[in-house]
């Protein structure tokens, strides 16, 4: 009796049990249910995204919001007062010297990064093809990189020794009697800013370029030569178009760091060689005009933007890929 008791009251049990089980929504709360795989995934994700998003926001979004908001106030009395006026970028392109020089630091830029990059090309050529060993391939490599470890200060003020008066250029051509007194045209002008520049950004255009020219496959070039083609053709058809887009990478980094440099333009480029990037010191510093020297970096920013994409269009017109 007792047997048929429990057996009765295990099935009420159960019964009871699987009634609850089908009761219980499907979706119930997540306490109670163990996430699912895609979920982990899903959260894992966010976790390693978490990091670079905050950095950019922090590091990126930030800054440009406040610049953009000081370039729309004011200065009164050394006090700067938020607005949300024009009148910063309307100055920058009416009144002398600011689009002045802001055009002439834009052509310099220009001038060091096409310089760079006709001086890299053949460099980053030689290393890439005609190089055969992998030592004599490091130590040219050793050779481009060997200039970063000297400070960039002394390798500007080095050209300053070089082309002053008494450097070493004046010092040659006095003791070859080609000239009775020293030469001054070699320096504190635009030529000796742009020259300053095109020897400190060389290498950035030279490993970009030569990143280009080392992925192009050894077998088209051989395939190319087995079928007649000159040396001349190898170069125009196969190596040129392919080494655009590691050209065009090197001439956008060069320029930019040229056109933001200011450590060139004060140490041997003179009254005649200000940079736009000299203004803005003076503008921070001794002018305390923060709203106006906001207005040149959001211009700035916006010509490297418009420097990028149009270097980007012709890549694209231009570039060859296998």
């Given at each position: ?127 890439a093809f ?134 060139a333009p004060?140490?041997?480029g003179g ?52």
């Amino acid at each position: 009796m007792m047997h048929g008791t429990s057996s009765e009251v295990a099935g009420s049990m159960t019964g009871e049990t699987l009634a609850a089980l089908r009761s219980t929504p499907r979706n119930a709360p997540a306490s109670r249910r163990a996430p699912s795989h895609r979920a982990l995934i899903r959260r894992q994700t966010l976790l390693w995204l978490l990091p670079p998003v905050a950095w950019f926001f922090v590091f990126m979004i930030v800054p440009y919001g406040l610049l953009l908001y000081y370039s729309l106030g004011s200065v009164e009395n050394v006090t700067f007062h938020p607005g949300f006026s024009a009148a910063n970028f309307v100055r920058l392109f009416t009144t002398e010297p600011y689009l002045s020089v802001l055009l002439k630091s834009l052509r310099i830029g220009l001038i060091a990064g096409i310089g760079a990059s006709l001086l890299g090309y053949p460099l980053a050529f030689a290393l890439a093809f005609h190089t055969s060993s992998e030592r004599a391939r490091f130590l040219v490599y050793l050779l481009i990189i060997a200039p970063w470890w000297a400070a960039y200060l002394v390798k500007a003020y080095a050209w300053k020794t070089i082309l002053g008066s008494h450097g070493l250029i004046n010092s040659a051509l006095l003791s070859t009697g080609l000239i009775a007194e020293p030469v001054t045209v070699l320096l504190y002008n635009e030529f000796s800013v742009c020259l300053t520049l095109v020897y400190i950004f060389t290498p950035f255009a030279a490993l970009s370029i030569y990143a280009s020219l080392e992925r192009i496959p050894t077998s088209t070039i051989e395939a190319a030569r087995d079928l007649g083609a000159s040396s001349w053709e190898i170069f125009s058809r196969i190596v040129w178009p392919l080494s655009v887009p590691g050209v065009v990478a090197g001439a956008i980094i060069t320029s930019s760091l040229a056109f933001g440099d200011f450590i060139a333009p004060a140490l041997v480029g003179g009254p005649s060689g200000v940079m736009i990037t000299n203004i803005v010191v003076n503008l921070l510093g001794v002018a305390f005009d923060w709203p106006m020297a906001a207005a040149i970096g959001v211009v700035t920013i916006v010509l490297g933007l418009i420097l990028i994409s149009v270097a980007q269009y012709f890549e694209h017109r231009t570039a060859v890929r296998l």
